[in-house]
């Protein structure tokens, strides 16, 4: 391949841009934040690209896509060049109701999920609360509860997944997202981040995060923004980044690439926002030693969390802990 073309398509993921479906919001970022996340980035692009198996490998044109006849060339195109995608009401209000449902009886105690993580708001997790729904801001890891994880398996959401990481597909990592109103600390903000830092799986193009918005999500109560013609292996900093916000309606679903530069802002509203997401791997990836890289220290994090909540011994394998709690939802199991 032309290193010229090459170049180009590292430049085509990170950043949502401003579109009539998406409108851009501008805001100043910290320099020093995005400098870090630009040279985490590099180190996580050389990673990817030089343990992509030669299979996986797809022409320039559709990097990030595969050929299935589900997208439509201008879906395709606008991934490429994105990072993300929206599926207008992909998921039935019946479907949202159901989970909705099980959110509150789990925070009610009336379910009891083995290696769940019921994570309380930070601005009242030290007082002594009754867990309830206004107490409870995530629950992660609830690939054990049924009910929840029938999201990660629904055929119309594995349909649009195994465009981006072919047929053999794992669940790797679950969330129910309740963000809560802000109490004036800035809580419930969500920094900006790049999804493929806390993953020692590779290649990242064969990973991809399905995020459904449970109600109406906007700026008033902290919707996904990302940052606008940011860095994705090749481009640094520049003084003129700008952020660009995806308001979402109840079903909509956006998927989007474990490199795109993320996060969403504070709830002003006095509901709660929210969302239900899982992250996908094609399981012909492979686990990576982090020894060494940036990621060194979610390996400590990592084994922690599992030692206190699914009762591992500290010295099992980073790699172990995430093959315990993925699960096959369409294929062949092969390396994951």
């Known amino acids: 391949m032309d290193f010229q073309r090459a170049g180009v398509r590292l430049q085509i993921v990170l950043g949502h841009l401003n579109r009539p479906s998406a409108p851009a919001i501008f805001l100043d970022l910290k320099k020093r934040e995005l400098k870090r996340m630009c040279k985490e980035g590099r180190e996580m692009q050389k990673e990817t690209s030089s343990s992509v198996d030669k299979v996986l490998v797809q022409p320039a044109f559709n990097k990030y896509t595969l050929d299935n006849n589900v997208l439509s060339l201008e879906q395709r195109q606008f991934y490429e060049e994105n990072g993300f995608l ?30 769940m993580i019921v994570m309380r708001d930070v601005a009242i997790a030290k007082l002594d609360c009754e867990l309830n729904e206004k107490v409870v801001s995530k629950v992660q890891d609830f690939q054990e509860n049924k009910e929840l994880f029938r999201y990660c398996s629904l055929p119309e959401v594995l349909k649009y997944v195994e ?23 800035k809580t419930s903000r969500h920094p900006l981040h790049q999804d493929l830092h806390y993953f020692p799986f590779r ?6 995060c399905a995020w459904t918005a449970m ?27 700008n952020r660009v916000y995806v308001e979402m309606e109840k079903g909509d679903t956006v998927f989007f690439h474990p490199l795109l530069i993320h996060g969403s802002g504070r709830n002003k509203t006095q509901g709660f926002r929210k969302a239900i997401s899982c992250h996908y791997a094609s399981s012909d990836c492979h686990y990576i030693d982090v020894k060494g890289t940036s990621q060194e220290s979610i390996e400590d994090e990592v084994k922690e969390v599992a030692e206190r909540h699914h009762g591992v011994d500290s010295s099992i394998e980073l790699k172990d802990i995430w093959m315990l709690r993925s699960r096959s939802v369409k294929g062949e199991r092969i390396n994951l």
Do not use: W
């Open 86 to 115: 929206v599926i207008k009401k992909l998921i039935s209000d019946e479907d949202i109701e159901r989970f909705r449902a099980e959110f509150e009886r789990i925070c009610r105690k009336e379910v009891a999920t083995p290696g």
């Open 215 to 241: 109600e109406h999500t906007d700026r008033n109560n902290g919707c996904l923004g990302g940052v606008n013609k940011m860095y994705h292996g090749i481009l640094d900093y520049k003084q003129d980044n």
């Open 163 to 185: 465009c981006f990481t072919g047929p053999n597909i794992m669940a790797m990592h679950t969330m129910l997202i309740n963000k809560p109103s802000d109490t004036g600390k």
């Open 203 to 208: 290649p990242s193009d064969r990973i991809v």
